[in-house]
């Protein structure tokens, strides 16, 4: 049988467990013939697709707090340069104008 099973967090699930429970009160022979097999097939299938659900929910959640600091990234950036960053554009050209190269370095 499968490890221990929180019902609470695997409430999808509920009735194969509950199937699975009683199959396996039917005694030794039941469960040695594999009458309980079908059953135990059931539920690791049900306790997969809820774990992978999950996992989905957690990418999502993700791909969100991402996408929110990247927008709040960008937003800062353009509070201090700009839009495009045209601030930094005319202060890299007024540089290169009177160093006579760009920041990088190299000569232009």
Known sequence: MHS???????????DIIQAL??????GFMAKAFGKCTPVKQQLSMCLHETRMAEQRKKILQQRE???SFEQ???KLFEEEYGKDGYLKKV???EYELEHGKSQGGAPA
């Open 4 to 14: 221990i099973i929180d019902r609470e967090k695997n409430f999808e699930c509920e």
């Open 65 to 67: 707090k991402i996408k």
């Open 72 to 74: 709040k990234k960008k």
């Open 91 to 93: 202060v890299e050209k």
């Open 21 to 26: 429970e009683e199959c396996h009160k039917q």
